[in-house]
């Protein structure tokens, strides 16, 4: 059993930046960031794989959003730089059992209660 734990949200600017970061209890393997905006189904946003030598992004955030992880932490990051009002959410950790990284939403075993964040223009 993984349980998960979002930190970081908050409100910002337009233009500015916020790191999210998610806190792991037990071994995970692929993870990945989604987020849901109000009145809208969740998202992808970003994913990457247990040794980092894969990642995924959407085309939204690809070049604004870096997502990384620290193994040794058991934590995984979210920086989100650039942020605009359509980046406004609420943010999602997950996790699978497996090692391949996916942008399915019904591929991720484990998720966290989420963290908003709301940028202001």
């Known amino acids: 059993q993984v349980q998960l734990e979002e930190s970081g949200g908050g409100l910002v600017q337009a233009g500015g930046s916020l790191r999210l970061s998610c806190a792991a209890s037990?071994?995970?393997?692929?993870m990945g960031w989604f987020r849901q905006a109000p009145g809208k189904e969740r998202e992808f946003v970003a994913a990457?794989?247990?040794?980092?030598?894969?990642?995924l992004y959407a085309d939204s955030v690809k070049g604004r959003f870096t997502i990384s992880r620290d193994n040794a932490k058991n934590t995984l990051y979210l920086q989100m730089n650039s942020l605009n009002s359509e980046d406004t959410a609420v943010y999602y950790c997950?996790?699978?059992?497996?090692?391949?990284?996916?942008?399915?939403?019904?591929?991720?075993?484990?998720w966290g209660q989420g963290t908003q964040v709301t940028v202001s223009s």
């Open positions: 997950a996790a699978r059992t497996g090692w391949v990284v996916f942008r399915g939403s019904h591929e991720y075993d484990y």
């Open positions: 990457i794989a247990r040794f980092a030598d894969s990642t």
């Open positions: 037990g071994r995970t393997y692929a």
